[in-house]
């Protein structure tokens, strides 16, 4: 562990990565700003990309979506690359309920990827929903709705059982979030259970968190909540993903790893599934030095 002032590795990337976003807002062209009651909002395009950002006290700007205009169904956010792992616990979901809109990277991923899903979206910000389909075309369809609510509300009125849940809804830091901002009716170990009772025998939840001092309280959460967690972490990016799962157990490595192998062969998504197993296995190899408890229920603690 480092001592003070003496950054680790990850805080180090963590830091390059905010500049190099930094540098890419300011070379990139104002096409919208919105202020709605939970977020600052901005749309910004440079080169062939589209982004939108959240902007919080004193200008500092949170990327939240990016998209390729040429290529909008191919992920362009690596947290994003990541949360797709929940893929490899639950192949072939046929339900899934998406909490947290942005743009609608994933909503694109998916529509193109699984036509057959069936998508629900779930987004508390109108502005938002509204700029989604504006600037990034995304939208309802046959077979994806999106609902402008509460996701507590939502998950408390809905009949609806999902293969797999994507959580990935933040705001601004405020009094109603946690500090990295997430909205603290979302962590609520109420809620997890509730989510929890909406997925389908053998489901899969997928939260992605943002790094920081709330981290390890949040996976301690889900891990009490849900019988195993997986946790990933993107090598560029500070966030971190854990991937719940409601049966016994995670599947043996070795079955992740023909899933991941097969989904590479399929198609090319710009990613690679694999690729993200290497990386949560090299996480477990650093845990398990540091000395990780816990380690039958949390394969990955993170450090």
Same mark, same amino acid.
């Given at each position: ?8 590795? @990850? ?8 500049? $190099? ?63 797709? &792992? ?21 909503? *694109? ?40 609510? =509460?996701?507590?509300?939502?998950? @408390? ?17 405020? &009094? ?10 979302? &962590?609520?170990? %109420? ?18 968190? +943002?790094?920081? *001092?709330?981290?390890? %309280?949040?996976?301690?959460? +889900?891990? =009490? ?27 043996? &490595?070795?079955?992740? @790893?023909? @899933? $991941? ?5 399929? $198609? ?36």
């Amino acid at each position: 562990m480092a001592g003070p002032f003496q950054p680790t590795v @990850r805080c180090v990337q963590c830091v390059l990565a905010a500049f $190099a976003l930094l540098l890419a807002s300011c070379q990139s062209v104002l096409v919208h700003e919105a202020r709605s009651p939970f977020s600052h909002i901005q749309i910004r395009d440079g080169s062939d990309r589209r982004a939108m950002y959240f902007i919080g006290e004193g200008g500092a700007a949170t990327l939240e979506t990016l998209i390729d205009l040429r290529q909008p169904h191919r992920l362009q956010h690596r947290y994003s690359h990541t949360m797709m &792992a929940g893929l490899l616990y639950g192949p072939d979901p046929r339900a899934v309920l998406l909490v947290g809109l942005g743009g609608g990277a994933i909503v *694109r991923f998916l529509n193109h990827e699984y036509p057959r899903m069936q998508l629900d979206v779930v987004e508390i910000d109108p502005v938002v929903v509204a700029l989604a389909r504006e600037y990034f075309g995304t939208v309802p369809g046959e077979r994806t709705r999106i609902f402008t609510e =509460d996701a507590v509300e939502y998950v @408390r009125r809905t009949d609806e059982r999902y293969d797999l849940i994507l959580m990935d809804a933040h705001l601004m830091p405020s &009094a109603q979030t946690n500090a990295t901002g997430l909205p603290l009716r979302l &962590a609520a170990q %109420a809620f997890l259970v509730n989510l929890r009772e909406h997925l389908t025998p053998g489901g899969v939840a997928v939260f992605n968190l +943002i790094e920081g *001092r709330d981290t390890r %309280a949040s996976i301690g959460l +889900i891990g =009490d909540t849900f019988p195993a967690v997986d946790v990933y972490r993107s090598s560029a990016a500070g966030n971190v993903i854990v991937v719940a799962l409601t049966g016994g157990g995670r599947p043996p &490595a070795n079955e992740l @790893r023909e @899933r $991941a192998q097969a989904l590479d062969r399929s $198609a090319d998504r710009g990613f690679s599934f694999e690729h993200l197993l290497d990386e949560r296995e090299n996480l477990e190899k650093t845990s398990n030095a540091d000395g990780a408890k816990n380690a039958e229920k949390i394969s990955i603690l993170y450090e």
